[in-house]
C-alpha cells in the first residue's frame, strides 16, 4: 500500500496570502496524485489531477506540482471559502489511498 | 447534473451487517466510462477508500477490508451497495458514494460525490 503523508497538519494563514501544500509519498506514483479540498460538512471536491491539472471548474489561483514522490499543491491567494482541509489521493496502485489531510485555517 | 445519494440506517449494533445504497440520478451507473466507489471517514479523521465496482459486477476492495466487504450494482434501480459485516465501533464513520472514471479500470480520482451519511456503531 502506497502511503501519503501531508505536511504540514494544519497551515495558519491570513486571506490573500499563499499556502504551499506538501504530500509525500512512500514510493512513485509517477504522476498519478491528485488533490481535494472539504468544507465542513462537505464531501471532498476534485480539485486537482494527475499532479497538475485542474479540475472542471478549479479556479486559476490553485496549482499543482511534482512528480514521483512529492508533490505541491500551491494556492496563490487565499479566498474565505479556501479556508478548509485539502487530502491528497494517488491513483497509481490499489489500494486508491489518501493522505492524512492538511487544515489551512485563518490566522 | 449527476447526484448520489447514501441511504440506510444510521445506527448498527456491533457484529452486525451495515448495509448503504447510493442511488445515482442525472446519470446511468450502467455507463461503461464509469465506475462507482465507496469512500468512508471517522468523525474528525482522513478518508479511506473501501472499494469500487462496474456495473457489470466487476469490482476492486482496499485489502484491509476485503475479508468484510461487499460491493453491488442494481442497474435497474441505478444504485449500488455496500455490505460491511461484523461492524465494530471502529467502524463508525461517514460513508461517501462517489463516481470515478473508468478510464483505468477504476483506478482514479473521485470527481462527483454523495453528501456522505454518518453510520454509528453502538449497542
Known amino acids: 500500500e502506497i502511503v501519503l503523508t501531508q505536511s504540514p497538519a494544519t497551515l495558519s494563514l491570513s486571506p490573500g496570502e499563499r499556502a504551499t501544500l506538501s504530500c509525500r509519498a512512500s514510493q512513485s506514483v509517477s504522476i498519478y496524485l491528485g488533490w481535494y479540498r472539504q468544507k465542513p460538512g462537505q464531501a471532498p471536491r476534485l480539485l486537482i489531477y494527475d499532479a497538475s491539472n485542474r479540475a472542471t471548474g478549479t479556479p486559476a489561483r490553485f496549482s499543482g506540482s511534482g512528480s514521483g514522490t512529492d508533490f505541491t499543491l500551491t494556492i496563490s491567494s487565499l479566498e474565505p471559502e479556501d479556508f478548509a482541509v485539502y487530502y491528497c489521493?494517488?491513483?497509481?496502485?490499489?489500494?486508491?489511498?489518501f493522505g492524512g489531510g492538511t487544515r489551512v485555517e485563518i490566522k | 447534473q449527476l447526484q448520489l445519494q447514501e441511504s440506510g440506517p444510521g445506527l448498527v449494533r456491533p457484529s452486525e451487517t451495515l448495509s448503504l445504497t447510493c442511488t445515482v440520478s442525472?446519470?446511468?451507473?450502467?455507463?461503461?466510462?464509469?465506475?462507482w466507489g465507496w469512500i468512508r471517514q471517522p468523525p474528525g479523521k482522513g478518508l479511506e477508500w473501501i472499494g469500487s465496482?462496474?456495473?457489470?459486477?466487476?469490482?476492486y476492495y482496499n485489502p484491509s477490508l476485503k475479508s468484510r466487504v461487499t460491493i453491488s450494482a442494481d442497474t435497474p434501480k441505478n444504485q449500488f451497495s455496500l455490505k460491511l459485516s461484523s461492524v465494530t465501533a471502529a467502524d463508525t464513520a461517514i460513508y461517501f458514494c462517489?463516481?470515478?472514471?473508468?478510464?483505468?479500470?477504476?483506478?482514479?480520482?473521485?470527481?462527483?460525490w454523495g453528501q456522505g451519511t454518518l453510520v454509528t456503531v453502538s449497542s
Open positions: 462517489a463516481r470515478s472514471s473508468g478510464y483505468s479500470g477504476g483506478r482514479e480520482y473521485f470527481d462527483y
Open positions: 489521493q494517488q491513483r497509481s496502485n490499489w489500494p486508491l489511498t
Open positions: 442525472g446519470g446511468s451507473i450502467s455507463n461503461t466510462d464509469f465506475y
Open positions: 465496482i462496474f456495473y457489470s459486477g466487476n469490482s
